[in-house]
T-cell receptor
Framework: EADIYQTPRYLVIGTGKKITLECSQTMGHDKMYWYQQDPGMELHLIHY???????EKGDLSSESTVSRIRTEHFPLTLESARPSHTSQYLC????????????FGPGTRLTVT | KNQVEQSPQSLIILEGKNCTLQ??????????LRWYKQDTGRGPVSLTI?????NTKSNGRYTATLDADTKQSSLHITASQLSDSASYIC?????????????FGRGTQLTVWP
């Protein structure tokens, strides 16, 4: 089982609140990713990082921001949550040279009321 | 536009039966194809990964096939168990970028009944 963790697992929060979704991995992987997934739909890449101090936006436009200050930590922040942000957020990591096999965390189910 | 299409969208089978899930893709240039299993409320877990030169790969009761010429893949599940109930996602990676971008299908929702 992959050593990648996400907290919280579930979050219900009111509109306008600032939230941070945590993601940590203990595998020493250099690449990390954030995906957004709605029920019955495919995963969409919203952010990725090649390593410390490297962050890029993914295919799906997102109002969230990310940071990569430490190799093992890749938090995602929403400054002002809205109902349209309600979704499942999945964090993943991979190691260059191993076919970039991505290992996923358990996800955070976010509901904005 | 690179796409990954899966069929059927959902499938119900009885415990002990076999089933086959399909994946067609148009991703180019192709790097590898993966099948993931995603339990409800969990992150996807890798079952198999195949490169261009691999036609088949097994992982226990799961056997994946790849036809890179027709751009088709299948996942065969043998002697299904209740714990096989999950979404099975086909994921194709291209080699046209440093990132090795992944293209995800929407998944086949498999339900195994006792």
């Amino acid at each position: 089982e992959a050593d990648i963790y996400q907290t919280p697992r579930y979050l219900v929060i009111g509109t306008g609140k600032k939230i941070t979704l945590e993601c940590s991995q203990t595998m020493g992987h250099d690449k990390m990713y954030w995906y957004q997934q709605d029920p019955g739909m495919e995963l969409h890449l919203i952010h990725y990082s090649y390593g410390v101090n490297s962050t890029e936006k993914g295919d799906l436009s997102s109002e969230s921001t990310v940071s990569r200050i430490r190799t093992e930590h890749f938090p995602l922040t929403l400054e002002s949550a809205r109902p349209s942000h309600t979704s499942q957020y999945l964090c993943a990591s991979s190691d260059t040279g191993t076919k970039d096999e991505q290992y996923f965390g358990p996800g955070t189910r976010l509901t904005v009321t | 536009k690179n796409q990954v299409e899966q069929s059927p969208q959902s499938l119900i089978i009885l415990e002990g039966k076999n089933c086959t899930l399909q994946c067609n893709y148009t991703v180019s240039p192709f790097s590898n194809l993966r099948w993931y299993k995603q339990d409800t409320g969990r992150g996807p877990v890798s079952l198999t990964i195949m490169t261009f030169s691999e036609n088949t790969k097994s992982n226990g009761r799961y056997t994946a096939t790849l036809d890179a010429d027709t751009k088709q893949s299948s996942l065969h599940i043998t002697a299904s168990q209740l714990s096989d109930s999950a979404s099975y996602i086909c994921v194709v990676s291209d080699r046209g970028s440093t990132l090795g971008r992944l293209y995800f299908g929407r998944g086949t929702q498999l339900t195994v009944w006792p």
